[in-house]
């Protein structure tokens, strides 16, 4: 073989592909569902820039955010019967991408179509499906989260938007440690008990589990608020990190009440959803619900522990925006591990596995 021909077959083969920088084969949330109503919404996804609103019919859809006409986005337009019409010239889409009506013309472009991606709604939540590079059609169907739908807890939520990595979140939920001192007017409790609280992570290729007991502990403000304990409590945190969302239930008996590991134990109960979704690398959309189990003046209930809940999340955001900046003024320098990490810790390495599976 001459030098030549091994340089141009050398030339010839193809590197690598490089894996996307978010597992892809996954739901992730797109929207709480009283968001989609007659109103477009627009939100960068995973990086990619969507469209969502409702049909006629009720269901949720989602279209690259850019009329094939002129490129403006198609969220600064219109949602009628049909579909979505864009602001600049009239073109109608209907809910697959499909151009259906171009004003003032009978004949439709063969191209004039948008990408459109796979959406549903499943107990107030909606996902959203990019898939991966060989195949965009879902593998499974969406998450149930029953809690929104089976009667037996009200709950209410919305919406925060970071100027962080989407990672820097679930290290938060994933290590509840950090109560006692960053919640003291809400949720915290004893510094101490957190930071030795009897803990026991589970792991597997689809999920984390985080199981955390304070006995005898002192119930915080939240707590006392919204539920008529008698002094000490027993106190839960039951963690459930999947790789787009999280389910933690949370909460606390009067001591000795009843059994921890009891999956029908009384008390007083919160369970968050916890939707994670990626805006860019350093940006996030973080989707959260909170519901509970009122056991008298439901409504204010409801609206105390919302209002506490709030705070509790206007504290976090506060935290790791902080965390982030600095991150990322002080480059490489190194951060140690100590016990309370394992969660997180085992979550990172799951998503690094699935997004390179991706």
């Not at 709950?155 to 950090?178: K, R, V």
Request: negative net charge.
């Amino acid at each position: 073989m001459s030098t030549s021909q091994g340089q141009a077959l050398a030339y010839e083969v193809s590197a690598p592909a490089e894996a996307p920088k978010f597992p892809m084969n996954q739901w992730y949330v797109a929207a709480l569902a009283w968001e989609l109503n007659d109103k477009p919404i627009a939100r960068t996804l995973l990086g990619k820039r969507v469209v969502l609103f409702r049909t006629a019919d009720g269901e949720p859809a989602a279209l690259e955010d850019r009329c094939c006409h002129r490129a403006l986005p198609l969220s600064r337009g219109t949602v009628e019967e049909q579909g979505m019409r864009c602001g600049y010239h009239g073109l109608l889409f209907d809910a697959s991408g499909k151009c259906i009506e171009v004003p003032g013309q009978t004949k439709i472009p063969t191209k004039a179509k948008v990408a459109s991606f796979h959406v549903q709604e499943r107990d107030k939540i909606v996902w959203i499906w990019f898939g991966g590079a060989n195949n965009s059609n879902p593998t499974c169907e969406p998450p149930e989260y029953n809690v929104h739908s089976s009667g037996k807890y009200l709950f209410e939520g919305d919406i925060y938007h970071y100027e962080a990595p989407y990672q820097l979140i679930h290290d938060n939920l994933l290590d509840l440690s950090h109560l006692g001192y960053v919640h003291l007017r809400t949720i915290g409790g004893n510094a101490s008990i957190h930071m030795n609280a009897e803990m026991k992570v589970e792991s597997d290729d689809t999920s984390v589990r985080v199981i955390r007991h304070m006995p005898g502990s002192t119930p915080p403000p939240t707590y006392v608020t919204a539920y008529p304990f008698k002094g000490k409590v027993d106190r839960w945190q039951e963690i459930e990190f999947l790789v787009t969302h999280l389910r933690i239930w949370t909460g606390a008996v009067d001591a000795g009440a009843y059994p921890l590991n009891d999956p029908e134990r009384g008390g007083f109960h919160m369970r968050g959803f916890h939707g994670v979704t990626p805006e860019t690398e350093n940006s996030t959309h973080y989707f959260w619900t909170m519901a509970t189990n009122p056991v008298s003046d439901p409504e204010e209930t409801l609206e105390k522990v919302i209002e506490q809940t709030v705070l509790t999340f206007d504290e976090d955001k506060v935290v790791i925006e902080a965390q982030y900046k600095n991150m990322v003024d002080f480059g490489t320098a190194p951060m140690v591990d100590i016990h309370v990490d394992v969660g997180a810790n085992r979550a990172r390495k799951l998503i690094e596995k699935l997004r390179q599976q991706s």
